[in-house]
């Protein structure tokens, strides 16, 4: 057998093996939810969660049960609902009634909370999806920045806004108010950072919560539960366990949710928005499916490129929204790029979630190791071969990187969002190959290109940026830094998020004006004076 076949077969660890650090000690059996400020306990139904990290025993390789979580019902659910849309209150609540201020003061207290938690909550998203301990790491840390960012920018946003103005005769105060009640959904891949880069611009802007966890990357909440409770005032952020398909469509039908912020696929948030009885109102936030492409051009630097679209497309397992999903490399270095590529991939460390550097982990999702078999299968079906030693090995829910080439249109792969570790490479002799490619695609979120031609580059770009929202040059496709917009076209996401436009994204331009005329000058002045309105007033905060 293989060296490499053999280490993915002995890839996962004794227990003994495991760094007492990373072990998990006791289940995380997580009964309680929370609800209007209470933490509720549920004696119903309960979700077993089993980790993609097995052990091996004396009898074999053994599943790792690392706890469960409630599956609440319809009724919590409303419930869940009910205390949002009372804390907001039709926006006469005591939250959306704060001030700005005030506000941050309890975003700072779960921050603070939040990461006297961090070492537990690293710990389950390694147990829980298989994210590397530096992954988790740059994911915590992140998502700290990014909140403690939303600070200034809403302040930096409430002060450019604080002026009256005068046009035509009309005195005017432009503020942004709140939306109402947020129901937010994350993904599975980033279940802290995406669903509170979300969530937090929202609440920072007055808007109450319903927050249905992911279906992986549940137990994390766990340890948040009671950070949420403490620095927010009963019903701003209710969090609710079970399954979507029969939470969400009653939560959606009561016509009471006013902004959906949904991580995931296209297909879920078409029927989730659809659910609502007057879905011209729903606003929705939404990340979707991506395929970014890389175009290598023929005089790219081969081996820069070669390690920016290893790093691109693999990274987590190549699970991220961003990955390079699909490589156009020039024919005329199509073979180089493809040898360097393997053995890139070859010196990559594969291995369980707490060792260091290491890059390819086991997945979380079940069905993905099937999906992306069906996927290699086909390809070769239809004449790719894969490319690297060991390519698509796997063992349980390990799935060892695979490179396809040569890869084209009539192969599944050259169409569908992966999602895992999988790497189609496209050769192509003409740029109109992967430009059409761009504007046929139904994803349009962002692209990588590699080369060093001046003139070849700068007409790419031209093209490229009114088909996807990010170009990178020599450089991978991501998200951030968060200051940064992230958006798609087509059918990758609606709306933009960023430190600054997610708190656009949650809430909406209102004005305050009068005519210039009989004295109204006099009322303004005196409302503000008086500080009769906080809306009107000189700082909101
Ligand atoms: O899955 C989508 C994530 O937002 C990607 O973020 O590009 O920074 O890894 P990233």
């Given at each position: 057998?293989?060296?490499?076949?053999?280490?993915?077969?002995?890839?996962?660890?004794?227990?003994?093996?495991?760094?007492?650090?990373?072990?998990?000690?006791?289940?995380?059996?997580?009964?309680?939810?929370?609800?209007?400020?209470?933490?509720?306990?549920?004696?119903?139904?309960?979700?077993?969660?089993?980790?993609?990290?097995?052990?091996?025993?004396?009898?074999?390789?053994?599943?790792?049960?690392?706890?469960?979580?409630?599956?609440?019902?319809?009724?919590?659910?409303?419930?869940?609902?009910?205390?949002?849309?009372?804390?907001?209150?039709?926006?006469?609540?005591?939250?959306?009634?704060?001030?700005?201020?005030?506000?941050?003061?309890?975003?700072?207290?779960?921050?603070?909370?939040?990461?006297?938690?961090?070492?537990?909550?690293?710990?389950?998203?390694?147990?829980?999806?298989?994210?590397?301990?530096?992954?988790?790491?740059?994911?915590?840390?992140?998502?700290?920045?990014?909140?403690?960012?939303?600070?200034?920018?809403?302040?930096?946003?409430?002060?450019?806004?604080?002026?009256?103005?005068?046009?035509?005769?009309?005195?005017?105060?432009?503020?942004?108010?709140?939306?109402?009640?947020?129901?937010?959904?994350?993904?599975?891949?980033?279940?802290?950072?995406?669903?509170?880069?979300?969530?937090?611009?929202?609440?920072?802007?007055?808007?109450?919560?319903?927050?249905?966890?992911?279906?992986?990357?549940?137990?994390?909440?766990?340890?948040?539960?009671?950070?949420?409770?403490?620095?927010?005032?009963?019903?701003?952020?209710?969090?609710?366990?079970?399954?979507?398909?029969?939470?969400?469509?009653?939560?959606?039908?009561?016509?009471?949710?006013?902004?959906?912020?949904?991580?995931?696929?296209?297909?879920?948030?078409?029927?989730?928005?659809?659910?609502?009885?007057?879905?011209?109102?729903?606003?929705?936030?939404?990340?979707?499916?991506?395929?970014?492409?890389?175009?290598?051009?023929?005089?790219?630097?081969?081996?820069?490129?070669?390690?920016?679209?290893?790093?691109?497309?693999?990274?987590?397992?190549?699970?991220?929204?961003?990955?390079?999903?699909?490589?156009?490399?020039?024919?005329?270095?199509?073979?180089?790029?493809?040898?360097?590529?393997?053995?890139?991939?070859?010196?990559?460390?594969?291995?369980?979630?707490?060792?260091?550097?290491?890059?390819?982990?086991?997945?979380?999702?079940?069905?993905?190791?099937?999906?992306?078999?069906?996927?290699?299968?086909?390809?070769?079906?239809?004449?790719?071969?894969?490319?690297?030693?060991?390519?698509?090995?796997?063992?349980?829910?390990?799935?060892?990187?695979?490179?396809?080439?040569?890869?084209?249109?009539r192969m599944r792969i050259y169409h569908e969002e992966q999602f895992g570790p999988l790497v189609p490479v496209v050769p192509f002799d003409d740029i109109e190959a992967p430009v059409r490619y761009c504007i046929e695609s139904s994803y349009g979120q962002q692209a990588s290109i590699f080369g060093r031609d001046i003139a070849a580059l700068g007409k790419l770009v031209d093209v490229?940026?009114?088909?996807?929202?990010?170009?990178?040059?020599?450089?991978?496709?991501?998200?951030?830094?968060?200051?940064?917009?992230?958006?798609?076209?087509?059918?990758?996401?609606?709306?933009?998020?960023?430190?600054?436009?997610?708190?656009?994204?949650?809430?909406?331009?209102?004005?305050?004006?009068?005519?210039?005329?009989?004295?109204?000058?006099?009322?303004?002045?005196?409302?503000?004076?008086?500080?009769?309105?906080?809306?009107?007033?000189?700082?909101?905060?």
């Open positions: 057998m293989k060296e490499k076949e053999l280490q993915i077969r002995n890839i996962f660890p004794d227990e003994a093996n495991i760094p007492e650090l990373f072990r998990m000690k006791d289940p995380v059996v997580q009964r309680e939810y929370l609800v209007n400020g209470e933490m509720r306990r549920w004696t119903g139904e309960m979700q077993e969660v089993v980790s993609p990290v097995y052990v091996k025993s004396p009898s074999g390789l053994s599943e790792n049960v690392l706890g469960a979580y409630p599956l609440v019902g319809e009724k919590e659910g409303l419930e869940a609902l009910e205390a949002a849309v009372a804390a907001y209150n039709s926006g006469r609540g005591l939250w959306p009634s704060l001030s700005l201020h005030e506000r941050i003061a309890s975003v700072e207290t779960f921050v603070s909370e939040m990461v006297q938690v961090k070492e537990e909550i690293l710990r389950l998203l390694m147990w829980e999806i298989g994210k590397s301990y530096e992954g988790g790491l740059k994911e915590f840390d992140r998502t700290v920045e990014c909140i403690r960012n939303t600070f200034g920018a809403v302040e930096r946003l409430d002060r450019s806004s604080s002026q009256f103005i005068v046009e035509e005769s009309i005195i005017g105060k432009i503020r942004r108010a709140p939306l109402g009640v947020v129901l937010c959904m994350g993904p599975y891949n980033y279940p802290l950072n995406e669903t509170l880069a979300t969530l937090i611009p929202a609440l920072i802007m007055g808007n109450t919560s319903v927050v249905k966890p992911p279906k992986l990357g549940v137990l994390l909440y766990s340890p948040l539960l009671k950070a949420f409770r403490k620095a927010f005032p009963a019903g701003v952020v209710n969090i609710i366990y079970g399954d979507g398909k029969r939470l969400v469509p009653p939560i959606l039908r009561s016509g009471k949710i006013d902004v959906l912020a949904f991580i995931g696929s296209g297909r879920v948030a078409e029927i989730v928005k659809s659910y609502h009885p007057r879905p011209q109102r729903l606003r929705a936030v939404l990340g979707l499916e991506a395929k970014n492409p890389a175009i290598v051009l023929p005089d790219a630097d081969i081996d820069a490129a070669v390690k920016e679209c290893v790093r691109g497309s693999l990274s987590f397992n190549g699970q991220r929204c961003t990955a390079l999903k699909i490589l156009f490399v020039h024919s005329g270095i199509a073979k180089e790029f493809v040898e360097r590529f393997a053995d890139e991939v070859s010196s990559l460390r594969c291995g369980m979630p707490w060792e260091k550097d290491v890059f390819i982990t086991p997945l979380p999702d079940a069905d993905r190791i099937r999906y992306l078999g069906e996927l290699m299968k086909d390809a070769e079906k239809c004449g790719a071969r894969i490319v690297n030693k060991s390519g698509g090995c796997t063992n349980i829910t390990f799935f060892y990187p695979a490179l396809l080439y040569p890869v084209d249109s490229l940026v009114n088909q996807v929202c990010r170009v990178n040059i020599n450089s991978i496709c991501q998200r951030g830094p968060d200051v940064f917009p992230f958006a798609g076209r087509k059918d990758s996401s609606e709306g933009t998020l960023s430190v600054s436009d997610a708190l656009e994204a949650f809430s909406i331009r209102t004005i305050v004006a009068t005519k210039d005329v009989n004295g109204n000058r006099e009322i303004i002045t005196g409302i503000v004076r008086e500080g009769s309105s906080s809306f009107l007033s000189e700082r909101k905060s």
